[in-house]
């Protein structure tokens, strides 16, 4: 056999065998597996660029709306059946078992009271009156501060005025203010009304809110504010230490020059933040008092006659440890691949104690009430499950919303900087977001809470990817004034707390009627200033967000994942950046 021929035979032998031998190695081998991609979820992905609209349910929605309305009726019950809603008050307790009550008696479901935490003391005024004795008698309008002492019944006492610019007025009064009721707080001028204290939104007032302002924030302003306060505390410890008989502070003024002639009572009156904590509690009897009033008795002062006041400040506390609570209700959903998302609509229930919280912010919660009725009496099978939240809290710092979003969304870790103690909860620096499973189902969240005027739009809160959706369910809208989509963020309720932990939280555009120059936290707050018609309307509007909502295929577009803890550090100076600067040593 040649080396040719014989090289060649084995050759295709050991390939033969080498051949035969394949299948046994590839058995042993494991195919290499693929690596699974995550789905990006439907809230980060792209939208469909038309939105499927039923024009029918439109119809139905607005029909059942305007001609068979229960909002009023809601809302005469709670405002002048119940009354004024201080969290942590008897009242409040008796609006939450209302609303969930009433919300069972419609049809929803899972009807409940979410506890979410302690609030602080239990507080109610039960009568207030003062009148000048001398040097000419006269009744004087006031009211108790939130969580004001009582006084041991009528009291009578020498009136000082004090007014404190900076912590050097503080000296020229110690040692005089014992058993004195003391007029806490500078002379107000009350300017002329140049301009309608009522007003509704013009074509170019909704035409300049479409515009992005751009503004860096006002941080000498929020120095200034927190010097007052501290200005403020130090004034409190010394009239405590002097064994002041009651303090007496000017209302505040309205938008407009509108504070006249009321009583504004609210976080202005309190001289301390966090008044309704035992720990912070104002332990002399303390009063705001009509601006009219009290100039009149603080120029005497000024002018060195002699006034002297008698007042009679009459509360009952209910408890020091009092918690919040939240009422929650549903209509479930139907569809099995969707039914577990949740479409949210809400608004504050609680309110201050001068009116009747009709319009801060009985008008929201009757409107979503209203909005979650005309749903379930059309016997709609909404695709995801429609969730109605009546908060409390929402007037000292939204504490009933960052409950329900704490317990069922998100946490916060301590920022590595906190602010100081004198900052607004909801205005403090946050450390990293940790969020739930829920936080993934809850599609979005819809907030009224700017007093009894109509809807005409809604805020993005620069939620960018929302707008060409809002647009085409306006659309339809036009010819009951829902015209507006504004970029811009607006603060100061509930919805900021879905905002925060990255949820899309949103505030209707109102027209603004008398709201933030008269009725706001005033006296004049009652069921008299709301507009059955405008109430209705908003109804009829929530109601078709809430559908809309329900209905689609994906969930609402959401803003980019918060990252608060990296805030300081982008803000911070690029270092290196000025030419021909020295290194510091």
Request: charged letters at 25%.
């Amino acid at each position: 056999m040649s080396f040719v021929r014989t090289f060649a035979t084995w050759i295709c032998c050991t390939a033969a065998v080498a051949t035969l031998s394949l299948p046994s190695v590839a058995a042993e081998k494991k195919a290499p597996t693929k690596q699974s991609v995550p789905e990006t979820p439907s809230y980060y992905g792209s939208q469909p660029t038309s939105e499927k609209l039923d024009l029918t349910m439109y119809a139905r929605i607005r029909e059942e709306g305007f001609k068979h309305s229960h909002v009023m009726e809601f809302a005469d019950a709670l405002t002048n059946g119940i009354g004024p809603r201080l969290t942590g008050s008897p009242n409040m307790a008796k609006a939450n078992a209302w609303t969930k009550e009433t919300l069972t008696k419609i049809g929803l479901e899972n009807a409940r009271l979410e506890d979410w935490g302690e609030f602080g003391m239990g507080w109610q005024q039960v009568n207030t009156w003062g009148r000048m004795i001398t040097p000419d008698p006269e009744p004087i309008w006031l009211q108790a501060a939130p969580w004001s002492k009582a006084t041991t019944g009528p009291l009578t006492g020498e009136a000082v005025y004090v007014n404190i610019r900076d912590a050097g007025d503080l000296e020229k009064f110690k040692g005089k203010l014992k058993g004195k009721i003391v007029l806490f707080g500078a002379i107000r001028t009350t300017p002329d009304l140049t301009e309608p204290l009522f007003r509704r939104y013009t074509d170019e007032d909704l035409k300049e809110m479409e515009t992005y302002p751009v503004t860096a924030p006002n941080t000498q302003l929020l120095a200034e504010r927190r010097r007052q306060a501290e200005l403020r505390g130090e004034a409190l410890k010394m009239m405590t230490a002097e064994g002041v008989a009651a303090i007496i502070t000017p209302s505040r003024d309205g938008r407009n020059g509108g504070g006249t002639g009321i009583i504004f009572d609210d976080n202005g009156a309190n001289l301390v933040r966090g008044a309704q904590t035992r720990e912070n509690a104002v332990t002399i009897p303390n009063a705001v008092m009509m601006i009219e009033h009290y100039n009149r008795i603080a120029r005497l002062l000024e002018h060195n006659v002699p006034v002297t006041l008698e007042l009679n400040i009459e509360t009952k506390f209910t408890g020091d440890h009092e918690h919040g609570f939240d009422t929650v209700a549903e209509i479930p959903g139907n569809d099995p691949k969707l039914k577990d998302q949740v479409v949210m609509v809400g608004g504050h229930l609680d309110s201050w104690i001068s009116g009747t919280g009709a319009t801060d912010n009985g008008a929201g919660s009757v409107v979503a009430m209203e909005a979650v009725r005309i749903l379930k009496a059309l016997d709609l099978k909404p695709r995801r499950t429609i969730r109605i939240a009546l908060w409390s809290g929402e007037e000292q710092g939204l504490f009933g919303s960052q409950g329900y979003v704490k317990q069922h969304f998100g946490t916060f870790a301590d920022p590595e900087h906190p602010d100081p103690a004198s900052t607004p909860s909801f205005m403090r620096r946050r450390g990293k977001l940790t969020t739930t499973k829920e936080w993934e189902t809850l599609d979005a969240y819809y907030n009224l809470d700017n007093g009894t005027g109509k809807v005409r739009g809604v805020y993005t809160q620069e939620n960018y990817a929302i707008a060409p959706i809002f647009a085409q369910w306006i659309a339809p809208l036009k010819d009951l004034g829902v015209t507006t989509l504004s970029y811009r963020d607006t603060g100061g309720t509930d919805h900021l707390s879905f905002d925060a932990v990255g949820l899309p939280g949103f505030q209707f555009i109102q027209d603004p009627m008398d709201y933030e120059t008269r009725t706001h936290h005033s006296d004049m707050d009652t069921f008299d200033r709301l507009h059955a018609d405008d109430l209705e309307q908003a109804a009829v509007v929530e109601a078709i967000f809430l559908y809309n909502t329900s209905e689609r295929e994906a969930m609402m577009p959401r803003k980019p994942f918060p990252h608060p803890e990296l805030d300081q550090q982008k803000t911070a100076p690029i270092p290196g950046i000025y030419p021909n600067a020295s290194e510091t040593k």
